[in-house]
């Protein structure tokens, strides 16, 4: 019997070992040339400017702007809880030790951290309830920061008694229904002034000794419910005092200083109504004043064009910003939603590499622990209040200062404070605490120029930097018989090239 043929059998198998054999090929082709690109991806770096679609305040930096210094924060969760919805934030000098006081706000009440961490017992602010807005201020002119509470009922003004027991004592009650307070020199006669925002203005005049007195008609108030504001110190030189009011249902107002208790209200759409939040300052660095607003979910920023204004940038926030220099460069950063937009180049167009934060609302910038360094503290969404140290290894330098005034206010505020160095220079309004100003690298300031609120321009020059300074305001020439400076104090061109 004949054996079957092979032939058949490899036919119909034949197909399939070529197949078989074929994927070999292309399996071996295929990885010989991904081993190729690969080895020159690697030898061609990413380039810096890559951008991240999604988010255009996420951009990896394009310069040495943002840097690659990585901010680094520890945090701590403080004792207590505030309603973050209302909840707000100021830090000022208690004791007049130059020691930062953490105060937080909400409808919840008021909370006090020494250094911005340990609980501070007060009676007469745990009562409160309802808190709608805290403002610091040395209104009796004592040198030390007293504190006026607004609620739904009213208005409180608190004196500061250095400490002692009770710390706080009422000096003042104002009823009726406002929003914010608004502390300065309306009147220039050396005494911080008060004015009261919310659907009828009130001005309060301070005699000089805290007894406030109605001034009804003191400022010619648009009509509207006035909901925010802030006041725009003008550029160094001026005694002028301007505020911005923002409004439920129309467009704000600025209020311009005409001296000798003189104001002008003007329009300023610019400011839309509903604005709230209203901050103010030198943000962009130009010498001239800016001014940054909440409005839903975003924050604007405002620039003065001398006789005009510009919203210039608007970026993402989630119930508040601040403006600080975490890195001691000597420039403004703005914190908004989680990131931390850089100022060199007055745009705010990159972002620092920074840790993620989960505190939004109610944020506030001091040096709680007196390292030469910036920290933060606020709230987050479910009303933790947090506070984060600032753990970044710094090469760059600062100076931390003190102002008294003499003639001035006792506690200066309103002083505006101008640091030069070199081609470089930036703008400050003293506040309820010591300032602090980061230098760069540079061991020196070549110039610190003080213009007190009654007029006198005084410098300091060639500070070392890493140092606290306290300077009391200079005496004028007693020949003048004026604020003004003595021939060695006029000040030269601060304006940037």
């Given amino acids: 019997m004949p054996l079957p043929s092979l032939r058949p059998a490899l036919a119909r198998y034949r197909n399939i070992f070529a197949a078989v054999l074929l994927g070999i090929v292309l399996i071996t082709g295929l990885l010989l040339v991904s081993s190729r690109e690969t080895a020159t991806v690697s030898e061609k770096p990413l380039p810096d400017n890559l951008e991240i679609a999604e988010n255009p305040l996420l951009q990896s ?92 009922q009213g208005v409180t003004l608190l004196a500061n008694r250095n400490g002692n027991s009770p710390s706080f004592e009422v000096a003042g009650y104002f009823k009726g229904r406002y929003a914010q307070a608004l502390w300065l020199d309306y009147d220039h006669d050396n005494d911080l002034d008060l004015i009261l925002l919310g659907a009828r203005p009130l001005v309060l005049r301070n005699p000089g000794n805290g007894n406030f007195a109605p001034q009804p008609k003191a ?135 920074m840790a993620t934060v989960s505190a939004t609302q109610a944020l506030v910038a001091a040096d709680f622990n007196q390292d030469g360094k910036l920290d933060f503290a606020g709230v987050s969404k479910d009303g933790s209040i947090l506070r984060y140290i600032n753990q970044t290894e710094l090469a760059n330098c600062w100076l931390r200062i003190r102002l008294r005034g003499v003639r001035s206010p006792r506690a200066a505020q309103g002083t505006i404070v101008s640091m030069k160095n070199g081609s470089h220079s930036q703008q400050f309004v003293y506040g309820a605490g010591p300032l602090h100003m980061g230098t760069g690298s540079s061991p020196k300031v070549d110039l610190l120029q003080l213009n007190w609120p009654d007029g006198l321009i005084q410098l300091e020059r060639n500070l070392e930097t890493n140092k606290a300074y306290t300077f009391e305001e200079a005496a004028p020439l007693p020949s003048s018989g004026q604020a003004d400076a003595p021939q060695s104090h006029t000040p030269p061109s601060l304006s940037k090239p």
């Fill in 219 to 353: 400022i010619p108030f648009a009509s509207g419910r006035a909901i925010g504001g802030a006041v725009i110190h003008a550029t160094a030189g001026s005694r002028a005092f301007d505020f911005i009011v923002s409004y439920q249902g129309r467009t704000g107002v600025l209020y311009q200083d005409q001296m000798g208790a003189n104001y002008e209200a003007r329009s300023l759409p610019e400011l839309p109504s509903g604005a709230h939040q209203l901050r103010a300052g030198d943000f962009t660095g130009d010498g001239a004043p800016d001014f940054v607003y909440l409005l839903g979910r975003n924050a604007t920023m405002v620039e003065s064009l001398g006789l005009s204004w510009k919203a210039s940038k608007t970026v993402p926030s989630d119930g508040g910003f601040l403006f600080t220099d975490f890195a001691n460069l000597g420039v403004w950063d703005w914190m908004s939603g989680g990131v931390l937009l850089a100022g060199e180049d007055a745009g705010f167009s990159q972002s620092r590499e």
């Fill in 61 to 152: 930096p394009d310069s040495e702007i943002a840097g690659t210094l990585r901010l680094a924060f520890s945090t701590e969760e403080l004792l207590g809880s505030a309603d973050a919805s209302t909840a707000g934030s100021l830090v000022f000098d208690r004791l007049g030790d130059g020691r930062p006081t953490l105060l937080i706000w909400s409808s919840s009440g008021i909370l006090l951290y020494a250094d911005g961490f340990s609980p501070i017992s007060s009676p007469a602010l745990s009562s409160f309830k309802d808190v709608h807005d805290v403002s610091a201020a040395d209104f009796n002119n004592d040198g030390t920061i007293d504190l006026c509470v607004i609620t739904g």
